[in-house]
């Protein structure tokens, strides 16, 4: 399979390193201080751009029907824009706030977790925190947002912020501290005790892998993905 990278920084460069492991040619390389190699060439793009690169890297691809996977955050303001213009060229596009296989199975506990705590939800709080590496752009991360966004189906918080308001408000505390990949915890404390849940990567690997894996899997697909989609996570 032949991959086009859509940016070419820390995971960008992870991300060529596990498609080579698996026999993938880079084909094409598009960064904002270089390019290298011939998009045409590609089979599948992965996009991990910054983030006010995603939306053109995406529509770049897409129109000249190649299947994108994109794991860039921070840009999310255009995703309905993005699915529209996917629908529109027929294309394919998945978009993941994480490729971990660790991860996105820890988005279905805190799921199920969320479900659990509903019913206790007047003696409950809860509260959210991510800690990222010092080179991270955007806050909070895409991780920590669909974590908040799966507890907001089922608590009644009006809306999550990094600030903490009041009480009808999900607090999401992010931390940058050098050299951390990324760790999620979401917490639920009453008077009494509190519950807890945590995801910490200890390198970038399992977020390269994933993008590697979902970039095979959608190869020769049209639609909307997610990673729910590439794990079979119902």
Request: proline share 2%; with cysteine; charged share 25%.
């Amino acid at each position: 399979m032949k991959i086009a990278l859509l940016g070419y920084g820390r995971m960008g460069k992870e991300i060529e390193k596990h498609a080579k492991k698996r026999n993938h040619k880079i084909s094409f390389i598009l960064d904002k201080q270089f390019q290298e190699g011939e998009i045409n060439d590609s089979d599948v793009a992965i996009n991990f751009s910054i983030p006010e690169a995603a939306v053109s890297n995406i529509k770049l691809a897409l129109e000249k029907n190649i299947p994108v996977v994109s794991g860039t955050t921070g840009w999310l303001d255009d995703f309905d824009s993005i699915i529209s213009f996917c629908q529109k060229k027929k294309g394919a596009f998945l978009y993941a706030s994480n490729f971990s296989i660790g991860v996105n199975l820890f988005f279905k506990i805190n799921q199920h977790l969320a479900k659990l705590m509903k019913p206790y939800e007047t003696e409950y709080n809860t509260y959210l925190k991510e800690i990222h590496h010092t080179n991270k752009i955007d806050a909070p991360s895409g991780t920590a947002i669909t974590l908040a966004e799966e507890i907001l189906k089922y608590y009644d918080y009006k809306e999550w912020s990094l600030q903490k308001k009041d009480d009808n408000i999900l607090h999401i505390s992010s931390v940058r501290k050098d050299k951390i990949p990324g760790t999620h915890k979401v917490s639920y404390f009453s008077n009494v005790d509190e519950i807890s849940i945590k995801h910490k990567a200890f390198n970038r690997d399992g977020f390269a892998f994933g993008a590697v894996i979902a970039a095979e899997w959608i190869l020769n697909k049209k639609g909307v993905f997610s990673m729910k989609d590439v794990l079979n996570i119902t």
